[in-house]
């Protein structure tokens, strides 16, 4: 489960990086950047309902203070 949520983490940085590049390299002329950020909102939601998911299925277990 740590590899899937870190590899997760890395496509979504990942899709960060090339907003920025794209930011920087077009200047906001053409819509790259504003699909990778979609992309990268896209990814986080998902990594978000897949933990839900994956504590509600019994794959992890909640290990903090009660």
């Not at 920025?20 to 909102?41: E, H, P």
């Not at 939601?45 to 019994?58: C, D, S």
Request: zero cysteines; a positive charge.
């Amino acid at each position: 489960m740590r590899i899937v949520v870190g590899l997760a983490f890395i496509i979504i940085l990942g899709s960060l990086a090339s907003a920025l590049f794209y930011l920087m390299r077009d200047k906001g002329t053409s819509n790259k950047t504003v699909n990778a950020l979609t992309v990268r909102i896209g990814l986080s939601v998902a990594l978000f309902l897949f933990l839900l998911f994956a504590h509600w299925m019994g794959w992890i277990e909640a290990t903090g203070i009660r």
